[in-house]
């Protein structure tokens, strides 16, 4: 069966359809993940087929993609009780 994932937003939101795409290809499908241009060489390295996904969602810079400083400045949680 031929398979199309359309996915967008960020690699956390892309990354997990990589997973389920190469598990369906592992099975005998062909899988083609649509997704913005940022994440063509996850998809790729991932065995799956990728088709630019373009104009409905633009992130405006690649500092952007991936904050993990920023989860650096977030509160810790409160001790427990």
């Not at 960020?10 to 994440?39: E, M």
């Not at 063509?40 to 990728?50: E, H, K």
């Not at 996904?53 to 993990?68: D, K």
């Amino acid at each position: 069966m031929r398979i199309l994932i359309v996915t967008a937003g960020s690699r956390g939101d892309v990354a997990p359809f990589t997973g389920l795409g190469r598990r369906l290809l592992d099975v005998g499908h062909r899988v083609t993940v649509a997704a913005h241009p940022p994440f063509a060489s996850l998809v790729g390295g991932c065995g799956l087929g990728y088709r630019p996904l373009i104009g409905l969602f633009e992130i405006p810079h690649p500092s952007l993609w991936v904050r993990t400083d920023l989860l650096a400045q977030l509160p810790h949680p409160p001790p427990a009780r």
